[in-house]
């Protein structure tokens, strides 16, 4: 890849040397290779670097945090903790946020909550949905139920909610479930 960015940039100086502008070095390159090589500013850019006096069309060093990340030290950090966050193997592994999570997408892991949530319905569940609902409504047509449901007073119900947390798992597998114990108030 990086050799035909060089050799893009050779026939752009070899265009520069010969009197051309930008955009007619661009209308050769793309004749001959295609819309996609480059793009008007690219070769704007390439020209301006050469009317300051330099011909040098290698890529300058850029500065910045790299990309390639140790896929195998991500995937342990969550086998051996299916909640950990992307900042806290970002933190660990001296990553960004966005790299820790095309990282993840890429070894197909997905973050899920130990709840299902339909985000996408598939035309099957779309049509049962659509059913319930007409039968419901026919169902209070034929018999109005909901005139014969009464309301009285107050009542203290003791709930306690399962705490849920994201966890990375395949796509494919169910999200695990955290049983609580000692849901019901002591007396």
């Known amino acids: 890849m990086e050799s035909n960015k060089q050799h893009f940039r050779h026939i752009l100086l070899f265009n520069f040397r010969k009197g051309k502008n930008a955009v007619q070095a661009r209308k050769k390159l793309t004749d001959v290779y295609g819309e996609g090589v480059l793009t008007v500013r690219q070769c704007q850019n390439w020209f301006a670097k050469f009317r300051s006096g330099n011909f040098d069309v290698e890529d300058a060093p850029r500065s910045g945090r790299p ?45 899920k909550l130990d709840v299902w949530v339909p985000h996408v319905l598939t035309e099957r569940n779309l049509c049962r949905r659509v059913d319930a609902c007409d039968s419901l409504l026919k169902r209070l047509e034929n018999d ?44």
């Open 67 to 111: 990309v390639e990340a140790d896929k195998d030290a991500i995937k342990a950090l969550v086998d051996a903790n299916r909640r950990i966050t992307t900042r806290e193997i970002g933190e660990r592994l001296n990553l960004s946020n966005s790299t820790v999570y095309g990282h993840l997408k890429g070894m197909d892991l997905t973050s």
């Open 144 to 187: 109005p139920f909901l005139k014969r449901i009464i309301t009285g007073d107050e009542k203290w119900v003791v709930y306690n909610n399962v705490k849920r947390k994201r966890s990375w798992s395949r796509k494919d597998e169910p999200a695990q479930s955290v049983s609580k114990a000692n849901i019901h108030q002591k007396r």
